[in-house]
């Protein structure tokens, strides 16, 4: 097995030029918005349900069974001294003195706006625009790598960024409260990491075989372990790590809210 680490961009090239003679056999992406990017390629193999393993359910499949969840990355809340008393849910963002975030990218919102969408249905009483401009206008900072102040004593990121930067950027929250949002309304909402294989992957039946240990709990608590993500099962959480943490999820997944991207990209770009 040879391992690329390759960026989504880098991907998307390789397997454009390539074609069906990639030497790609497998993708793992750390999230859902970039594996449906991959996905519009139409270069993913589609997998018989009957092969797929029993965790993933109906909720962690891709529509046309051409990629899956992996685990979970929440996005949370950090706060700092008493700023925590002020805060159980998303929306109570809207009502803070201020916040920041380290989420550089739009795109690595895209999840968390789609289950904004999907909440603010055309019946609602607020619009999916309006909810997002609120929000966003309490925002003062958008962190940098090099950022070491504390611009403000709540921070908004996801599990994953806070863990991998919790010695670098985010060092100054890394005593702070994680709050897991939404708990009494519906649930935190999250990002996963992805698996796919190539269509007419060269080493299909090493690939298969792959999918199948990625998912038993052994496996799959290690390799969300590395990406800093909680395991599909809480049966493969490794004990006394972070993984362990219980907490309530919204009841769709992020794969089944992609159709929202489209709305999503035009209220933000």
Known sequence: MRILHLSTDEIVTKLKTEGINTEIDCI????????????????????????????????????????????????VIVTLGESSRKIRDYSDLKTVDSWCTDLQSKKELFPFYAYVAHKTQPTSLISEEEWIDNFNAKKIKTLEKADTLIYSTVLFTKYSSFLTKSNNTLKVYKK???????????????????????????????????????YTNRLNGKINRQL??????????????????????????PIQLTETYSDVQNILY
């Open 28 to 75: 793992l992406l750390s999230s859902v918005v970039e594996m449906d990017r991959i996905s519009h390629l139409k270069t993913l193999q589609k997998i018989a349900s009957d092969s797929l393993p029993e965790v993933l359910g109906t909720k962690y499949i891709s529509k046309d069974r051409s990629w899956f969840g992996l685990g979970f990355d929440p996005y």
């Open 228 to 253: 800093n993500t909680f395991p599909l099962s809480p049966d493969a959480a490794i004990k006394g790590s972070y993984q362990t943490i219980r907490f309530k999820r919204y009841s769709r997944a």
């Open 176 to 214: 702070g409260k994680v709050l897991f949002p939404n708990q009494r309304h519906g649930g935190v909402y999250y990002d996963m990491p992805c698996f796919a294989i190539v269509k007419q992957a060269r080493n299909f039946t090493n690939a298969m075989f792959f999918l199948r240990a990625i």
